[in-house]
């Protein structure tokens, strides 16, 4: 006996009882839990960026309202003869490239070198992920103490061990300065650049590199042909979130040199609070960040083209 | 069993999670809240050596005023102008603001942000030593909008008689002197000067000490007005030339434009320097630890040809005045008359500081900021630190960079003086 069920046209046919269809469900839970972090994401990071681009267009001492006026491009005007946004745009593409460069190939090292079966890889791995937890303002202290001519330990070290030569003043010498600076950001962040190599050395198949060597493939081969190709997304992402950090970079520079000796350490993001917070030009400071922010912006957007072609050129 | 429908339970726990977020925000509230009746906020620059003569103050006014509460809030000296600031622009300002005057006061009054006090002021200046010229700490086109509270000077150098003693060399009184005892302290291994000029202030105190003795006070401020005089005038070349000449004659320690104030204060205290000079706090920032020496005082020494000797660095360092925002105006015109009396002047100058109050530094004050107060005293004119008559682009900026190079010995004299009347032409529109 063959049984009929009418079902009408455009009605799927449910169980008694069903529910919706999961995608429907799963967006607005999501959107739920995800409150909290939009109203944080909207007010203290959206909300803030679109009042710096408005104060940027504006002279404005930051004491009152009432004293704002709106001055069109001439922040932007100023800095054209500011010698000292010239020497801080320097100052951070050095940065970028420097500490960016030297962060992803030390991390790129590490990540290989604790691949390959070392022993106590996972004590290194933490030892090297453990200064990415150390707040910016502590390690900028402890650098700056420990790099003193007169109270800290670098420049009698290089004593002792017959590199006399090389003492200084770290931070107070003009020359010396920024690549000290550049040292202590690529030791604070390297551990953690290293860590993601690490996970995605990881997801790599065994087999490619198993068969790589059976095939006769030396290892420096395997990691030429094979393993540094199918990493080449994740040293994007790595190098770009390096980059994005150096571009940011405010706190060591704050607490170690204050941008000095003489602006030599002087990067936009300090330039800019010292105009908004210290010479009671909230417009210019503004006006520095809002730059800052295109910077970043415009690497931000290169790096992600530069790893599309990569993840293109991989499948 | 759910009594609500399942959807509706996630956006009930979303909602709830928003509104402990939105809870927590609330309860991060500054401490310029002046949420309950009867408390006053007040913010000062008053950590450190200044900590326990603010509490004793506090506690005193607290008891003579058992109705009003003072909520304060120490904040480091060079993060506090950016934190009245921020507090200032947000309107979320303390009732009670402790700052440093002079351009301060033209600014905060300027934006509307200061409650005119002339009226307080008529009633105790005459409790005030030198009250017609501390008042233009706080005066704006006539009109008071603070009391001074504290006297500032860096009129002195202090040293450690048990390494010039070692060197053989006595404390100097005049400028030579003090070359002179440097070299023989040279010779002895022992480092002359401290001093710690990354933040710029350390070295511009040098600067301010010498322009005052070479310039004198009339030129001084013509060169801050930009009318009559320049930074670039020979007077202020030549102060600036005094502070190259003692870096390249090897006064100072090493890594003086990477050494802090608190780098500097150690190398002093703990017997690596024979001298410093710094501002008469230092006094009160050894009280409760102090160094294993009998820290020695002597005026700052002039040079034998400044024309003007008597002409000190000596200003009003700390003024209070009350926020135009404030809630409970009573109370903080109770707070701010009660700085006023010889009682708080009493606490202030028995923790080692110096009270504008009249008598009451020479009666309680500490034998060291007695010294201190009787080079004040007894000057001819007072220059007040440069900074804070000008713009900061000149100010913090060219003076305290440039202060830095020369005493690193990264600048010349003349350079840095150029690039200071650059700025302040610049500043000058």
């Known amino acids: ?315 | 069993m759910s009594v609500l429908p399942h959807h509706r339970r996630h956006l009930a726990v979303g909602a709830a999670l928003t509104a402990l977020v939105l809870t927590g925000c609330g309860a991060l509230g500054g401490a310029s809240d002046s949420a309950s009746s009867g408390e006053l906020s007040m913010w000062t620059e008053w950590s450190g050596g200044y900590q326990a003569s603010a509490d004793a103050l506090f506690a005193e006014f607290e008891e003579k005023n058992p109705d009003i509460a003072v909520a304060h809030r120490a904040i480091g000296n060079e993060d506090f102008f950016t934190a009245v600031r921020t507090g200032l622009s947000g309107n979320t300002p303390p009732d009670v603001i402790q700052f440093e005057g002079y351009q301060q006061t033209r600014d905060f009054a300027g934006a509307g942000q200061l409650l005119d006090v002339t009226d307080i002021w008529e009633d105790v200046k005459d409790q005030y030593l030198l009250s017609d010229s501390l008042v233009s700490a706080c005066e704006v086109d006539g009109k008071v909008y603070c009391l001074p509270w504290s006297l500032s000077t860096v009129n002195q150098v202090f040293y450690d008689p048990t390494l010039l003693e070692q060197a053989g060399v006595e404390p100097p009184t005049t400028m030579e002197e003090l070359v002179a005892a440097g070299e023989t302290l040279k010779d002895a291994g022992i480092t002359p000067i401290a001093l710690g000029a990354k933040d710029g202030w350390p070295a511009n105190h040098w600067f301010n000490v010498f322009v005052g003795h070479r310039c004198g006070y009339d030129v001084v401020y013509q060169a801050i007005n930009q009318d009559g005089a320049a930074w670039t005038d020979d007077c202020f070349v030549q102060a600036a030339t005094d502070l190259e000449n003692l870096a390249s004659q090897g006064m100072f320690n090493e890594g003086v434009a990477s050494s802090d104030y608190d780098a500097m204060t150690a190398l002093f205290l703990s017997g690596r320097t024979a001298m410093m000079n710094t501002g008469q706090w230092f006094v009160s920032s050894w009280t409760d630890s102090p160094p294993p020496f009998d820290v020695g005082i002597v005026p700052f020494p002039a040079w034998s040809d400044a024309a003007f000797p008597n002409v000190i660095q000596g200003t009003v360092g700390h003024t209070i005045g009350i926020s135009s925002q404030t809630d409970h105006e009573e109370d903080a015109k109770a707070l701010l008359r009660y700085f006023t009396t010889p009682e708080a002047g009493r606490i202030w100058a028995e923790g080692g500081n110096l009270s504008p109050i009249d008598g009451v530094t020479d009666q309680y004050g500490t034998d060291a900021i007695k010294q201190v107060f009787e080079a004040f005293t007894s000057a001819e004119a007072f220059l007040p630190f440069l900074e804070n008559e000008l713009p900061p682009a000149v100010g913090e900026d060219a003076l305290y960079n440039g202060a830095a190079a020369v005493a690193a010995g990264n600048l010349t004299g003349q350079e840095w003086m150029q690039q200071v009347q650059a700025a302040a032409e610049a500043a000058a529109g």
């Open chain 1, 1 to 315: 006996m063959t049984t009929h069920i009418d079902v009408q046209p455009g009605i799927a046919l449910q169980r008694p009882g069903a529910r919706r269809p999961p995608q429907r469900r799963d967006g607005r839970l999501a959107l739920v839990f995800l409150a909290p972090a939009l109203f944080f994401y909207i007010g203290f990071l959206i909300i803030p960026l679109i009042g710096t681009l408005f104060l940027s267009f504006t002279d404005w001492e930051g004491f009152t309202f009432d004293q704002l006026r709106m001055t069109g491009l001439d922040n932007y005007r100023q800095m054209a003869g500011d010698d000292v946004f010239w020497a801080a745009v320097r100052h951070n593409l050095i940065l970028v490239v420097a500490a960016a460069v030297l962060k992803t190939v030390i991390a790129l090292a590490l990540a290989i070198i604790l691949d390959n079966n070392v022993r106590f890889a996972r004590f290194f791995q933490t030892v090297y992920l453990m200064p990415a937890v150390v707040s910016l303002v502590v390690t900028g202290v402890v650098f700056s103490l420990a790099l003193s001519p007169t109270l800290g330990f670098v420049n009698p070290l290089l004593d002792a061990i017959g590199l006399s030569s090389l003492t200084g003043d770290w931070l107070g010498d003009t020359g010396r300065a920024l690549p000290t600076i550049v040292v202590v950001e690529v030791w604070h962040t390297f551990g953690l650049h290293m860590t993601i190599l690490i996970a995605s050395l990881a997801g790599i198949p065994g087999e490619l590199r198993e068969s790589a060597r059976v095939d006769g493939a030396t290892t420096w081969q395997e990691y030429r042909h094979i393993v540094i190709p199918m990493l080449r997304p994740a040293i994007g992402v790595v190098f770009l979130l390096a980059g994005i950090e150096s571009f940011k970079i405010f706190a060591t520079i704050y607490v170690m040199t204050r941008g000095g000796p003489s602006h030599a350490t002087e990067v936009l993001s300090t330039w800019g609070f010292f105009q908004a917070f210290s010479a009671n030009n909230v417009g210019y400071g503004s006006a520095i960040m809002v730059v800052l922010l295109l910077l970043t912006f415009a690497l931000s957007v290169l790096q992600v083209r530069s790893n599309r072609r990569a993840q293109n050129d991989l499948a």
